[in-house]
Structures are given as C-alpha cells and as structure tokens.
C-alpha cells in the first residue's frame, strides 16, 4: 500500500498544479499554458536610421525600458550633427546642435533645454557602464522628428539641418 501512495501522491500534486503528466497530452482548460521562451534569435533587434543613415551602437545596441527606447548617448549625439559633453562627477550629458542646447542628468527627470527645465518620461541611465538616454526625447528635443515603424522595428530619425 506505501509503494501505490509513493506512485500516486506526486501525479495527484502535478494535476493540481495544471502540469500535465504527459508532455503530450494538451493542458487542461484551468491550467496555465506553458510557452516556449523566445530565443534571442527570434526577436528582431531594434535599429535606428538618423537622415537615412543607420546607427551602429556597437555591443550595448537599443534598449526598451519601461516601454520607452534608451540609446547610447553619444552615437545617437553624434549621428545628429551634435557636439557632445558628459561631465563624469555631476554625470550629465550635454549636447549642442545650431541654437540648442540639451543637458540630462543621470536618474534625472528633469532635463534642460537652452535653461528652460523640462520634464521627461523616463530618466538617462547607466547599463553595463554605458549612459543610455530616452531616444525620442533627446531627439526630438534637437528639433527632429521621429517616427517608429513597429513591424520593421525601425526608429528613423529626420534632422532639420
């Protein structure tokens, strides 16, 4: 009777949790759904085109964080025509282009354009010793548009200048 309990006991406990005994039998109506996870190589990495042109952002690449997309700062600087600042002890990044200046703080909502402060979304952070700022922000706040192509997973960027 003890050798019968030993076999039952844990095939009782995995239909209760939903597992189903047989990897091939199908999950019943209760039970959660067991998904393959998706493999790095099924995702379609995110580029970004500035005027055409696309940006390489080497091995720390795109970012999706709290659904907003984060950068490497200075090839997305850069690839827009501006001269780039980062201050290392007050951690912030400045930019200029034509008339504009933008500044960010690291962890910072608060960012700066020509002196006027300017609430953003989601802040500039460090990943992997790499500052990573929101894309369309920082963008945009050079005056360039922005637009998003979800199927391609392309960001393309249009300077005014």
Request: hydrophobic share 40%.
């Amino acid at each position: 009777m003890k050798l019968l309990s030993i076999a039952i006991l844990p095939l009782v406990g995995l239909y209760f949790l939903g597992i189903p005994q047989d990897p091939a039998a199908p999950a019943s109506a209760g039970a959660p759904q067991q998904t393959k996870p998706v493999s790095p190589k099924q995702v379609k990495p995110i580029r970004v085109m500035v005027d055409d042109k696309e940006i390489n952002f080497g091995a720390n690449g795109v970012r999706v964080l709290g659904g907003r997309t984060f950068v490497p700062f200075r090839p997305l600087f850069e690839a827009m025509g501006a001269e780039v600042d980062y201050d290392l002890v007050h951690k912030k990044v400045t930019a200029t282009k034509d008339n504009n200046e933008v500044e960010l703080t690291i962890a910072e909502r608060i960012a700066r354009k020509n002196g006027a402060e300017i609430t953003m979304e989601a802040p500039p952070q460090i990943i992997n010793k790499t500052t990573y700022v929101p894309l369309r922000f920082v963008a945009e706040s050079l005056d360039a548009d922005v637009e998003f192509d979800g199927p391609g997973n392309l960001i393309t960027i249009h300077t005014k200048g």
